[in-house]
């Protein structure tokens, strides 16, 4: 029976070597193994690794792979892979299919190409991969896939999985010891939870081909405001068109073959945007099927004569693409810590962790907003359609009631007309969930989790997470030390509550994040608002931001800062691409049609002159495009000399890049959108924003 046409049950996870399949394929003793390896982080001995490798390798070739490769995530933002066969020389020309426990645990990829940030140099190639056993392999075009960590040499983390991992073991570690101190006895550990919804752009590949622009860079450098956006409001949640309709049910067949919780799909709101969202699972899972979901939308897409765009925002005057993090903590036994109690104690449990969430976000606000600075977020981030660059958390009007009584020691009047006192053993029942959903929130708590919803659609969501877990085992970790040694602990519990809400208060906001006396308001709580990438990314090594996650055993300071050099070496590398990109389409396509448009404007106003005919539309279209081709040619021989002289400084380089090619950029665009608007159809170039945003697709 093919994978088509087996029920969806029998089709989820087919391709993953997971628990159940272990649990058939493996002896009873390494099964067991395996299982202590995931939860107590155990080595597993080569005769065990050598039957998982065994039995993996029996079941891939069942499948038709015949190779395998490690797969992991370096510090590119995408995935990478290198693939061997299962072939081993077996004498007279023959060949057995073989896989060993040491190819299994161990790679060594070159490592030479791939960015490291000052951690090593160039020549220093070799590079590690090791098998992260807590993610399952699974089979992906004929080959075995291993997700695996990635490091150097020398020991350093160069991939996006290690850190995260270390993140999850920290607030892990830090929140059983809370647990401990509410009498929680079982609990042996706490998995941070995550469900990314991902957005992205469906467009037809032929007129995709056309646009020299959105294969370089994945959006449009240039294009005029279509005669309809997204004014009607139309699209968003509307009838899915057929062509698309089946992409996704392709995806979904994709992505349930590979285990990849996919749960919902719909149109948004911009014409041609969609979006995908998973149901919740662990972080390091969902970090890996997220990379998986972004490549297989890439895949099928392809395959259904479409292009999938995940830039942030592929069009000017229309919603960008975010992809929204919905992050909480669980027990190992399913409980969400997060989600309100039905008891005193659970609330006060609750209350507590509400605490430190509230108070890290205040606290490394500035590191949270770094780990979503790239350069195409710069475009959706505070444009009215995403959250504004200024980090706050949005808790909904009850449970905002809740903390101002706490912080001013008074009755609690709920909005459902009950009034109830305060205090660690009487807290009232916190309904979940019992508000309106704040869209222009950039940290909204949503009932029993919060949604982070700053991050690109393009990028990873390891960075993120790394901060959102370290952050909060930071701040549990102060909130165990103080009360392991408490004499009274309610009243000590309560104190900490009380004291800590009111401190940072500051970073609680339930209004409309769109309105701009908002900015006005956050100056004045003294937040922190980087509006671009090249504001935010130095907090990346600021020193509280670097003893947070050396702190914790994250990132050592040299890891720190080669993240810091990559993402500022990638800022730059993307101006010049996008500059580069721009001037080849403004002297090989632009400049040349309107020139040659120019002069058919030029010879009807001169025909119509000589019959005596009117000609003052003619007149007037040739001086418009005689005056703009001029001023656009002008403005790409100065983007031109200043792309030149970029500085070496990669620090000097970014700031450059911001303060100058961009502009230059925005003025050159400006011309060619306004020459656009009087130019004949048939006379522009490329496709325009009518045909790639209402092509029948």
Not at 395 to 422: C, F, M, P, W
Request: net charge negative; aromatic share 8%.
């Amino acid at each position: 029976m093919s994978s088509k046409e087996l029920r969806l049950p029998e089709l989820f996870g087919c391709m993953v070597f997971n628990e159940e399949t272990m649990r058939q394929r493996l002896s009873g003793a390494s099964y067991e193994a395996w299982k202590q390896s995931v939860s107590d982080g155990t080595q597993l001995d080569l005769h065990t690794a050598d039957e998982i490798a065994e039995a993996m390798k029996n079941w891939a070739i069942e499948k038709g792979a015949t190779h395998y490769t490690h797969w992991f995530q370096p510090m590119t933002g995408v995935t990478a892979e290198k693939h061997d066969s299962f072939i081993t020389p077996a004498g007279r020309g023959r060949v057995i299919m073989d896989f060993s426990g040491k190819e299994l645990v161990r790679g060594e990829p070159d490592a030479s190409s791939f960015p490291s940030g000052g951690l090593r140099a160039t020549f220093e190639a070799r590079g590690y991969t090791a098998w992260d056993p807590t993610s399952f392999a699974f089979i992906k075009e004929g080959s075995l896939c291993i997700p695996t960590v990635f490091c150097s040499y020398s020991g350093h983390a160069l991939d996006k999985k290690t850190p995260l991992l270390r993140s999850m073991e920290a607030v892990s570690r830090q929140s059983v010891r809370i647990l401990r101190l509410f009498g929680d006895s079982e609990t042996r550990g706490v998995i941070p939870q995550v469900g990314p919804e991902q957005e992205y752009f469906l467009l037809d590949k032929e007129l995709y081909k056309q646009r020299e622009d959105l294969i370089m860079t994945g959006r449009t450098l240039f294009g005029a405001k279509p005669p309809r956006g997204q004014e009607l409001e139309d699209h968003y949640y509307g009838s899915i068109r057929p062509r698309v309709a089946a992409y996704m049910a392709d995806l979904d067949n994709e992505l349930w073959k590979l285990g990849v919780l996919s749960k919902t799909k719909h149109n948004e709101v911009a014409p041609s945007q969609h979006e995908m969202a998973p149901i919740y699972t662990d972080c390091n899972s969902a970090c890996d099927q997220n990379q998986i979901t972004m490549e297989m939308m890439k895949k099928v897409a392809d395959r259904h004569g479409l292009v999938c765009l995940l830039h942030e925002k592929p069009f000017a005057g229309v919603n960008g693409s975010g992809k929204h993090d919905n992050w909480s903590l669980a027990t190992d036994d399913g409980q969400n810590l997060f989600r309100p109690g039905s008891t005193p104690r659970q609330n006060a449990r609750f209350l507590l962790f509400l605490t430190a969430f509230i108070k890290g976000v205040d606290e490394y606000q500035d590191m949270l907003r770094a780990t979503v600075a790239i350069p195409g977020n710069d475009h959706r981030l505070g444009a009215q359609e995403a959250p504004p660059a200024v980090v706050s958390i949005f808790l909904g009007e009850e449970l905002s009631a809740v903390v101002d009584s706490i912080i001013n020691d008074t009755d609690y009047h709920s909005t459902r007309k009950r009034t109830l006192q305060i205090g660690v053993d009487v807290l009232p029942p916190i309904p979940m969930d019992n508000t309106d959903r704040n869209r222009t929130s950039p940290m909204a708590f949503t009932g029993n989790k919060f949604e982070f919803r700053m991050l690109g659609s393009s990028m990873s969501i390891s960075g993120p997470n790394i901060v959102l877990n370290t952050m909060m085992a930071e701040e549990l970790k102060q909130f165990a030390d103080e009360l392991e040694g408490s004499a009274d602990f309610d009243a000590d519990l309560s104190a900490v509550i009380r004291r800590e809400l009111s401190a940072h208060r500051r970073i609680i906001f339930d209004g409309n994040g769109y309105d701009e006396s908002w900015l006005a308001e956050a100056r004045l709580r003294g937040l922190d608002n980087y509006p671009t990438a090249v504001d935010a990314l130095p907090a990346y090594i600021r020193e509280k931001n670097i003893d947070l996650f050396t702190g914790h055993n994250i990132y050592t300071r040299e890891e720190v800062y080669a993240r810091y050099n990559i993402h500022v070496e990638n800022y730059t590398a993307t101006m010049e691409i996008e500059a580069r990109t721009m001037i080849d389409m403004l002297r090989k396509e632009i400049l040349p049609a309107v020139s040659c448009y120019g002069i058919t404007l030029c010879e009807a106003y001169e025909r119509k002159k000589a019959l005596g005919l009117p000609h003052r539309h003619e007149e007037n279209y040739a001086r418009n495009n005689s005056l703009l081709t001029d001023s656009l040619s002008d403005a790409c021989g100065k983007l031109e000399k200043d792309l030149r002289h970029v500085p070496e400084d990669p620090e000097e380089a970014m700031l450059y890049c911001h303060n100058v090619i961009v502009p230059d950029m925005q003025e050159c665009r400006s011309y060619a959108d306004q020459l656009e608007t009087i130019t004949a159809r048939d006379a522009w170039p490329f496709p325009v924003y009518s045909d790639l945003l209402f092509s029948e697709i």
